[in-house]
């Protein structure tokens, strides 16, 4: 049996992946696993094949994890005679390989013949994020488990702190049970760090509104932490582009569910993203998107110093933002 596990939650693919490892590698797990990486330069899929076609000399059955596939999707390729590798091994697997194909925050591209013969040969699980509501459920049954306690202010903190992550739930949800049970929001805002994506997500906020108080106040904040602004110039074109992209679809009538999963992105992101899209242009947007692009190339190149440079952005960004309303 060879499987394909697909969509953007990295949590719930993970587990499915583990889940079926377990079930095929019995207790001999580090002997049974091998794992290849698609996107490295040193990965073939001869040598997978040949790998594949091998029978194990020391367990029962060898579970091959093949990560980022991206020549499933349209961002990658393989060439003619790779593709028929693999074709002919999928029509004649091998009884005592496994195979497990993962691509995350990618599509498949449909049109490939490669993708049609692995979807014919593999049982495919796609693992999304979680819609709002479907996330707000785990996160009640996952806390009466463990037996923690919060009150409704605690709860929405807690869960806008996650911002829909089951892996980051898990991970703080073990933290919290290490202290109080009864936990407020107080005790959150405390306890429980805010990605720094979120952070990004402020300050970009802040920028298209034109607050340039709250503006300083979350950069002189990231400052502290010494985020690089390098990094939180990446972050923030993303989220230009994030916003620039819902805007495109939501003309269309999509809705942020399905935008979501056009996109590849958790639909809190999408939910953010289309509140700020109605507020700016799509020139504009465009323009910021440049704005990035080319701040990025002079702090690489050094023209400028990076807080200055990055500092200097902010103050040009926010401050035609009051005259640039639609």
Known sequence: MNYLLIGNESYLIKKKMNEIIKEWAKDDLEL????????????????LVEDASTIPFFTQNKILVVKNCTFLSTSGSLNEQDIKSLENYLNHPCETSVLIFVLENEKLDARKKIVKTIKKACREYKLDALQNDEFSSVLRNSLRQRNIYLDNDALNELETRLAGSLALMETELDKLMLVEKHLSKEDIELLVSRPLEDKAFDLV???????????FRIWKDLQVSKTDPILLNTLIGRQFHLIYQVK?????????????QILGVHPYSVKLAHQNSRSISTKLLQQLIQDCAELDQKFKSGQIDRTLGFEHFLIHTAGRMNTCRL
């Open 248 to 260: 495109l679809l939501s003309k269309t009538g999509k809705s942020e569910q399905i935008m979501a």
């Open 32 to 47: 049974s696993v091998v794992t290849y990486d698609a996107s490295s330069s040193l990965f073939s899929i001869s040598m």
């Open 205 to 215: 906020n802040a920028v298209l509104h034109g607050k340039m108080k709250q503006v």
